[in-house]
């Protein structure tokens, strides 16, 4: 069975550009969440969709922004990057809301310069 | 506000000798725990999980953790590493009380296995 997928791999964009990074969860799962890891560090929760609806959302401005579209697969978009958005972005998807476990995808790279 | 102590940022070790990655949390509330491995530009993978039952879980590529209620704490243990064990590992909680999975990563611990 396939993992958690997300694309691209790589990205880079420079300030004050937008940029979207895509998500497909596993086969069955209807959750996915979004996390941001900067170099050296854990991953920080970004958000929570399940079942098309947010519900949960990390510490972060309202630049990022996502949505969860009908086949469970979502989005993740940032507004008018900055450098300190450079970071590893994960997807993770689970079979309910409040999930026991989650499962991460391999993570886009985002380079802003 | 919730956290997670991770107490070594690295830790090198020769191959076959045993290891240990602390991990302590704060929470007043039921919590579940994790422990997820990430190589070299990769995302990360699940190595184990304790959620209820016996405080004593493992891995199937022989590491445990053992839930410790009264010392917070959650450590990752394994008796003889081998060089592929290489990686970064993080320990994570989640709230059992929450309605959503959002979990709590700690700063992480490089473990470096030298032949």
């Known amino acids: 069975d396939a993992g958690v997928t997300q694309s691209p791999t790589h990205l880079i964009k420079t300030r004050g550009q937008h940029v979207t990074l895509r998500c497909s969860p596993i086969?069955?799962?209807?959750?996915v969440s979004w996390y941001q890891q900067v170099l050296g560090q854990g991953p920080q929760f970004i958000f929570q969709?399940?079942?098309?609806?947010?519900?949960g959302r990390g510490n972060f401005p309202d630049r990022f922004s996502a949505r969860q579209f009908p086949n469970y697969s979502s989005e993740l978009n940032v507004n008018a990057l900055l450098l300190g958005d450079s970071a590893l972005y994960l997807c993770?998807?689970?079979?309910?809301?409040?999930?026991?476990?989650?499962?991460f995808g391999p993570g886009t790279r985002l380079t802003v310069l | 506000a919730q956290s997670v102590t991770q107490l070594d940022s690295q830790v090198p070790v020769f191959e076959e000798a045993p290891v240990e990655l602390r991990c302590n949390y704060s929470?007043?509330?039921?919590?579940?725990l994790f422990w997820y491995v990430q190589y070299p530009n990769q995302g990360l993978q699940l190595l184990l999980k304790?959620?209820?039952?016996?405080?004593l879980v493992e891995s199937i590529n022989g590491f445990e953790a053992e839930f410790n209620k009264s010392q917070t704490s959650f450590h990752l243990r394994k008796p003889s590493v081998h060089i592929s064990d290489t990686a970064e590992y993080f320990c994570?909680?989640?709230?059992?009380?929450?309605?959503?999975?959002?979990?709590?990563f700690g700063q992480g611990t490089t473990l470096q296995v030298k032949p």
């Open positions: 993770a998807s689970g079979l309910r809301s409040s999930t026991d476990t989650q499962y």
């Open positions: 994570a909680v989640r709230h059992g009380s929450s309605n959503t999975g959002k979990l709590i």
């Open positions: 929470s007043s509330v039921s919590v579940y």
């Open positions: 304790y959620l209820s039952g016996s405080t």
């Open positions: 969709y399940y079942e098309k609806e947010e519900r």
């Open positions: 086969s069955g799962h209807k959750s």
